[in-house]
């Protein structure tokens, strides 16, 4: 079995992972989930970047231990990928016990090897960026990368004989078009190796927040030598362990344009350095960003909430929006708007749609399950044709990571079939008991070609891939990778088990004033009078009854007793609890809200629950009687 190595940035623990974290574990996710449906055997990694001064900064500023400190955030970064279905293999942080030997072994061996040395630092040191510059490296005093204030330090240091390795690096970079993408990130490089390479100073003795030098403790590891060697330690490096024969070296390395030089100068001449082969591949995309052109950071303070996005909207959407919107590699701008809109024009309209129309018809007219009698026509063949070279034709773009090209050929072929659907109309010929055998044969060719679909959207969207499979009554083995290439593999007689819709449509202006007001909610500089308080009338009331609403994925009816009466309450809380978990439960509900109907359904207040470790939970509040203001 072939392998493949796959990893994302470890990312800094200093503030909750955002967007843009979630956009290169996404990416490597797609691929690591692609190449297990090949048949590879796949190594992805993640993690966290914990040690170093920023961090000491933040914890020191919390008031509370820099490991502390970390804790709660990785918890953070955890839950979301869980939410996002990231199946990533291995999460290292900096701080594991194993990482931090390792990285003091590879210290202690560069330095026997005198590829280290003791030397005097006097630079400038941004502290976001835990880089040095020279004066002549920084823009207007400021820091070249992230353009914040730069700080004058002079101590005692270790250096990495980085010079050493410019006509090695040089030529890697210049003779392996393969090695950095895309081209103009190589370009970019090459030419800042040509400008020179400087020694790189590797220690820093100003700080405690660092894995010690194994040989001098008065100072610890710089922190992208501890971080860019998590690749290998997290396969057992320095030990020959299986894994880093299988893994090493490891296939791509993904990550944002900003760190590209850490990733193809620098680790580059550290493994060569070690005796070890260096990555095959660096890819580097491009920022997402904001409205107003910045590139979204938690202390710019524009910061979309995934755990929102992912929780209105469910992680599939958002996980197709990022690969589909934003050509890998190039910068690409994040809007409510532009989210929402794709959500219903390709999720909702396109594929939801496709999906719902042709599983009702089955339903309807041959009660779940196709007949086996059919009747071909020409507007079959061309359908056929297409679907038959689809997965082909969608390979060539995933290999190369072109996400974008590799959705939109998906969805060319998902418009073919609407097309389809439009030109066939199944819905006239549903009317004539003659037209069965044809009627049949033009929805299996839509559900057949919604089974392709479905394996080729499985790497971007897994759950929605298993809905549709499910709905479409397919086993596992009509959804490897390879019966993609293949047509006719849905069986004649399947029955279908046809759902909810995919995808609710959802009206665009409505959801951007909820995303606004929620994002406001979190903007805690808002503040807002008792007056405007006093106007809710928050009281406890008890849970008398809860049934789901069939035709949401979401909302839950409870019947709610607010001391006096029953009223009807709907709560999107579905995906968190089943009815049995609230019956008999008191809660704190808000009692004069406008009715509002969600999915057909008159809703009378609503309940409150809050966000916590990434899930919904309800506020209960059993020891207090139904009735009871809260004030
Ligand atoms: O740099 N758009 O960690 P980090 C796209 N610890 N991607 C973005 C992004 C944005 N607006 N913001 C962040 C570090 N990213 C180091 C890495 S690796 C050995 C050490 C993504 O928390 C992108 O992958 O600052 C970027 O390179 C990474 O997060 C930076 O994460």
Known sequence: MKNYYITTPIYYPSANAH??????TIAADVMARYKRLKGFNVMFSTGTDEH??????????????????????VLNFKKLWQILDISYDVFIRTTDDYHVKAVQKIFTKLYELGKIYKGKYSGWYCVPCESFFTETQL???????????????DEEAYFFKLSEYQDKILDLLENNPEFLEPESRRNEMINFVKEGLQDLCVSRSSFNWGIPVEFDKSHVVYVWIDALTNYINLLGYPYETENFKKFWPADVHVMGKEIVRFHSVIWPAILMALGLPVPKKIYAHGWILFGDGEKMSKSKGNVVDPFVLCERYGSDALRY?????????SDGFFSDEAFLKRLNSDLANDLGNLLSRSTALVEKNFNSTLISERF???????LIDIASSLAKNCEKYIEKMKFSNYLSEIWKFVSECNKYMEVCAPWNLAKDENQKPRLATILYNVLESLRIVSILVAPVMPKIAKE????????????????????GVLEENVKINRSNPLFARLDIEKEIKILENINKKDDSGAKISIEDFAKVNLIIAKVVDCEPIKKSRKLLKLTINDGKTN???VSGISQYYSPEELINHNVILVENLNPAKLCGVESNGMILA???????KVIFVDDIVAGSKIS
């Open 19 to 24: 967007l843009g974290h979630c956009y290169s």
């Open 52 to 73: 170093g001064q920023k961090i000491e900064n933040c914890a020191k500023k919390a008031g509370v231990s820099p490991k502390h400190y970390v804790d709660e955030i």
């Open 139 to 153: 823009k207007e005093g400021k820091c070249p990368d992230c353009g914040r204030e730069v700080k004058k330090q």
């Open 321 to 329: 929006f990022l690969l589909r919107e934003i050509p890998f590699g």
């Open 376 to 382: 071909s026509d020409e507007n079959d063949k061309n």
């Open 468 to 487: 549709i499979q499910n709905q479409l009554g397919l086993k596992d083995s009509d959804c490897t990778w390879e019966s993609s290439k293949k047509w």
């Open 567 to 569: 009223r009807t309450v």
């Open 610 to 616: 809050a966000q916590s470790d990434g899930r919904i």
